[in-house]
């Protein structure tokens, strides 16, 4: 397993631009998450895929955010329109996806976000 | 609404000795717990878990108690190392696969 890898590391944008960030889950990983995590806080949960199909969306996910993982591998998060309140460290995590539930969520290095 | 709660941020041991690390939940439903440590700059990594079936899973130096009656678990780590010096942060959850996590502990290892 190489781990679950995350581009960019850091990603500084101004007000008002879209960003992109990428998730390459571990191999054979049918699930993937993205969370959210502030200074001081844990991570927040955002949303979960199993394989291609988003199954779970956060009330926290806003309509400016949007998630792809178009052919079950990689994943994208992308943000429209971005706001300060944007800034935070974004986090991927996958799992295998066959043991129902209770399994572990392997986490990424993480993007930080700063829109200035 | 924080539902799985980290009341001590910081902890302070010395090298060697006990670190035990407490975390309280208030979902009845959360049924899968898990402990993962955070280094700077970095995402975080799994320690350990244990299912609600259980009240004891121990894995080394790690070892993770639940309390299901009183919506406690804990995290003992005998001897301490400087290398354990990060943050860790309880998580738990249900049959809905996200993970809902604590603020997190900063541990700190001293010589």
């Known amino acids: 397993d190489t781990g679950v890898s995350q581009n960019p590391r850091h990603k500084i944008t101004k007000r008002g631009q879209n960003v992109t960030f990428r998730c390459d889950p571990i191999?054979?990983?049918?699930?993937l998450y993205w969370y959210r995590q502030t200074l001081g806080q844990g991570p927040e949960f955002l949303t979960y895929f199993q394989n291609e199909a988003q199954l779970e969306k956060s009330r926290l996910l806003s309509d400016r955010f949007s998630a792809e993982r178009p052919k079950g591998s990689f994943s994208t998060l992308e943000i429209q329109r971005t706001e300060q309140g944007d800034s935070a460290m974004y986090l991927c995590?996958?799992?295998?996806?066959?043991?129902?539930?209770?399994?572990?969520?392997?986490f990424g290095p993480g993007t930080r976000l700063l829109v200035l | 609404d924080q539902q799985v709660k980290q009341n001590s941020p910081s902890l302070s041991v010395q090298e060697g000795r006990i670190s035990i690390l407490n975390c309280d939940y208030t979902n009845s439903m959360f049924d899968y717990f898990l402990w993962y440590k955070k280094y700077p700059a970095e995402g975080p990594t799994f320690l350990i878990s244990i299912s609600s079936i259980k009240d004891k899973n121990e894995d080394g130096r790690f070892t993770v108690f639940l309390n299901k009656s009183a919506k406690h678990l804990s995290l003992h780590i005998v001897p301490s190392q400087p290398g354990d010096s990060a943050v860790y942060f309880c998580a738990a959850s249900s049959n809905d696969y996200k993970l809902s996590f604590g603020a997190g502990t900063t541990v700190t290892v001293r010589a």
């Open positions: 995590a996958s799992s295998r996806g066959t043991s129902g539930y209770q399994e572990t969520q392997y």
């Open positions: 191999s054979e990983h049918n699930r």
